[in-house]
């Protein structure tokens, strides 16, 4: 995995293809072998009064790329979840434990230490080699005070980024609800002639095309922006404690 998808935890393209495309296969198979055989059956023994029915709410071409598109964005924020969780200790403690904080910081062997540990891409070890290398260069713990915060302000900015394709996962997911709800409207209108006549079941199962396509993205939708919401925090927590660290101890490294 690249730095940058370290620093945004995203997983690596290859990755995130194959599990799109796992995914929207996994679906697809679900929708023909379960839920559209299903809503058909129901559909079949009673009528119009099937369309409350949770198989035939689900049926539709847009329910199905928005169940799918559900499953990726979950995938998404689980795995930078994982990555949080996995990374969480470190974010709070001492990374050069070895260093006595009473001499002066030999910078050449902590910089050493910290790239070559297994955790160097992470924020908080990118955070200390970067304040590390700025106190090497200037000698001056103010310029090296100001790296910190420049380098948390960049973490920030990364896993703002890395959040991007989740976010327009979250809007796309109503839009394609209310695709459904045109094609559904204008299926309906099509059929106003035979509901004129009197059969007006084509025209309800238009409408319930309509509807429901937007019931269930708007639903999903919801169910996302409060998973998106407690993975910030999560991350704007990391960002704190990142900087706290740097804060309370690597300072303290360089005082001397």
């Known amino acids: 995995m690249n730095k940058n998808n370290t620093l945004s935890m995203n997983p690596s393209f290859a990755v995130s293809g194959a599990v799109f495309l796992a995914i929207f296969a996994f679906v697809h198979f679900l929708f023909a072998g379960?839920?559209?055989?299903?809503?058909?059956?129901?559909?079949?023994e009673t009528g119009t009064a099937s369309l409350s029915s949770i198989w035939v709410v689900l049926k539709d071409i847009e329910?199905?790329?928005?169940?799918?598109?559900?499953?990726?964005?979950?995938?998404?924020?689980?795995?930078?979840?994982?990555?949080?969780?996995?990374?969480?200790?470190?974010?709070?403690?001492?990374?050069?434990?070895?260093?006595?904080?009473?001499?002066?910081l030999n910078v050449d062997s902590a910089l050493s230490e910290l790239e070559?540990?297994?955790?160097?891409?992470?924020?908080?070890?990118?955070?200390?080699?970067?304040?590390?290398?700025?106190?090497?260069?200037?000698?001056?713990?103010?310029?090296?005070?100001?790296?910190?915060?420049a380098s948390v302000d960049n973490i920030g900015a990364q896993?703002?980024?890395?959040?991007?394709?989740?976010?327009?996962?979250?809007w796309a997911i109503p839009s394609i609800g209310f695709v459904g709800t045109v094609r559904g409207i204008g299926a309906a209108l099509a059929q106003?002639?035979?509901?004129l006549d009197g059969d007006i079941a084509g025209m309800t199962a238009s409408l319930g095309v309509a509807?429901?396509?937007?019931?269930?993205?708007?639903?999903?939708?919801?169910?996302?922006?409060?998973?998106?919401?407690?993975?910030?925090?999560?991350?704007d927590k990391m960002v704190i404690h990142t900087q706290e660290s740097c804060e309370n101890h690597l300072l303290s490294h360089l005082h001397h």
């Open 192 to 195: 106003a002639d035979a509901a």
């Open 34 to 44: 379960v839920i559209r055989p299903k809503a058909e059956q129901i559909m079949a």
């Open 211 to 235: 509807f429901n396509s937007t019931l269930v993205a708007l639903f999903i939708s919801l169910i996302l922006m409060l998973l998106m919401h407690l993975l910030n925090g999560r991350q």
């Open 63 to 104: 329910q199905q790329v928005c169940i799918s598109l559900m499953f990726f964005c979950i995938f998404l924020m689980i795995y930078k979840l994982w990555k949080l969780l996995d990374e969480e200790e470190i974010y709070s403690r001492d990374l050069l434990p070895n260093h006595d904080k009473t001499t002066p």
């Open 116 to 149: 070559s540990s297994s955790y160097s891409k992470t924020p908080a070890y990118t955070t200390w080699i970067n304040c590390i290398r700025r106190f090497k260069n200037t000698q001056n713990v103010q310029h090296a005070a100001d790296a910190i915060q």
């Open 159 to 170: 896993l703002e980024s890395g959040n991007n394709i989740i976010r327009y996962i979250i």
